[in-house]
């Protein structure tokens, strides 16, 4: 399942961050690269067949993730153009962001290839809540 990482995210006044698919931004130079990858669906645990890496970076706005996806077969990338919380059989990457570091509750953020996205809260041995909007407010505050 995850791969827990302790990240001190350098938090910048004002990141600039343009939601583009471009990695221009000076915030991105100083950001940490991830490589830590496992394979959630079909075998959990399972070893990548692509490489992908993240970049993870702050300011008063959010959390920016960016990520570097290269498939050697790129032709065989499932993905569709469907409703959000619904690309379930696509390949996605994806994020669980736990902010108390309790491994109590947490939150995930998923996309696919489309830009389809795809987010939940997670509590402790309960079924992810895919409900919830990330764009909103989380259950309970």
């Not at 130079?29 to 990858?37: F, H, K, N, Q, Y």
């Not at 070893?47 to 570097?68: Q, S």
């Not at 409703?83 to 998923?110: C, E």
């Not at 509590?123 to 989380?138: E, I, M, R």
């Amino acid at each position: 399942m995850p791969v827990p990482l302790d990240l001190d995210l350098e938090h910048h006044h004002d990141a600039q961050i343009v939601i583009d698919a471009r990695m221009d931004e000076s915030a991105w130079g100083e950001a940490p690269v991830i490589d830590e990858r496992v394979v959630y669906w079909p075998a959990p645990d399972g070893v990548p067949e692509v490489h992908a890496r993240a970049r993870l970076t702050t300011d008063e706005e959010g959390i920016y993730v960016f990520y570097e996806v290269i498939d050697p077969e790129p032709d065989k990338v499932r993905v569709r153009i469907t409703l959000r919380d619904n690309m379930w059989g696509d390949d996605m990457v994806g994020i669980y962001l736990d902010p108390a570091g309790t491994a109590q509750r947490g939150y995930l953020f998923f996309v696919n290839p489309a830009g389809v996205q795809a987010d939940a809260t997670r509590l402790a041995n309960q079924d992810d809540v895919f409900a919830w909007d990330a764009s909103g407010s989380p259950p309970g505050g």
